[in-house]
């Protein structure tokens, strides 16, 4: 099952720098305005080696973002920018925030460790959404180019009882570290590093299987290089009673936070669909087309936020269509539907965004998997009034707006080994990077 162990972790230096200077969101959710203002904090911000701004002579043999990203990263290890921790350590991590669209405050706790890679059929780990070669393709350059991880995947594990929690929080003290991120959510990390905890650590994670919330690109990113990277013969790790657990070698492990699935501090958002672009698109044809696998039921002009709160009081299958005539409740028709789905899993049949995917973006509106992989003519979006709004200004033919996915849908898909649509999930919040970096060397 779950192997983890803690490492000799490289942080910022408070002396040098403050932690809210350099400290980011997760690289794919650093939009240009973002990366431009991080760019703007501070010279040792971490956007410069985990999303790089091309130059105008960059080649791919050469000086480009990758090798900038390596050059940077060496030299703020040698300027004590960063600084590596004494001892071998995991760092309990704990997120205090307002859910979005709420004044609901809730804490999220987990811990920073290394995880060992495990290929998929190996079911320690599971994943539930597909993955694109070209985010890979980027993240390997980049983890060739710094031998290093600098954010973590985001993990989830089953423990009803909280004893995780227990171990790590029950006797915890003032952080060693602090910041409050953009989105005004407050990231606490401790660093533990008593040999006794990490033991009991490690052996209470032992039976657990994971689950990929966040990362999965970074994840069999990751798990490539280990591949490349294994000895000839398999490195023998010597263990006595004193030890501490160790990965067989550098590349065998990745950095990880690890967050309980049955605690109350896991929130799951959704993520509206925006179409635009399509080629004589017509939203009465579009209306009158829904009818034969939904129930349309025209609603009255409000907004988004309205929209959202109706739509999550129906029960059953149901979605919020916008289009320039208006807001559409759309209600599955079970015998249609399943008819439409019969190529699917019985558990992909029972979510929204697999009707959503298969029956309305494929079959309505001709957007099939390898237009929807491409994004071609689709737009994720978090906040629905931003995508209602871009339907209102033209921007787009229809958005869809969707309930999240629940919990014990993505526990029963991913253990299934089965996938759901792509970004069918929005953890929030997302993890810092730069909280802590596993360099390989």
Known sequence: MASIYPFRAWRYNPSAVRLEDVVTQPYDKISPAMQEGYYQRSPYNLVRIILGLPELFDAEQGENVYSRAARDFKAWRDQAILVQERDPSVFAYSQRFRVPGTDELKERRGFIALGRLHEYADQVVFRHEQTLSKPKSDRLKLLKATRAHFGQIFMLYSDPAGSVEKILYDDAGPA????????????????????AVIRLLTSTMG????????????????LSYSKEHAPPVPARVEHNANSLPQPAYPEAAVMMTFVNMDSEGLVILPTHRVVHSLRGFDPAAFAHAAEQFFAVEKLPDSPAAAHVDWLRQQPGI???????????????KPDAA???????????????LSHLHTIILDKLLGL??????????????RDA??????????EADVTFLTNPVTMDQLREIAFAGSVMPQKSTDFFPKLLSGLTIYALE
Request: glycine share 4%.
């Open 385 to 394: 009034a931003e995508a209602v709004d871009q339907v209102q200004r033209g």
């Open 338 to 352: 399943a008819t439409a789905l019969a190529d699917l899993p019985e558990n992909q049949r029972q979510l929204d």
């Open 368 to 381: 099939d998997a390898e237009k929807v992989r491409e994004q071609t003519n689709l737009r994720y979006l």
């Open 176 to 195: 060693d570290a602090e910041v409050t991120d953009e989105y005004g959510v407050l990231h606490r990390v401790w660093r533990v590093s008593d040999p």
């Open 207 to 222: 039976d657990k299987k994971l689950i990929i919330a966040d990362g999965h690109h970074r994840y069999e990113t990751a």
């Open 318 to 332: 149901s979605f919020v269509a916008v289009t320039s005539l208006g807001a559409f409740l759309l209600r599955s």
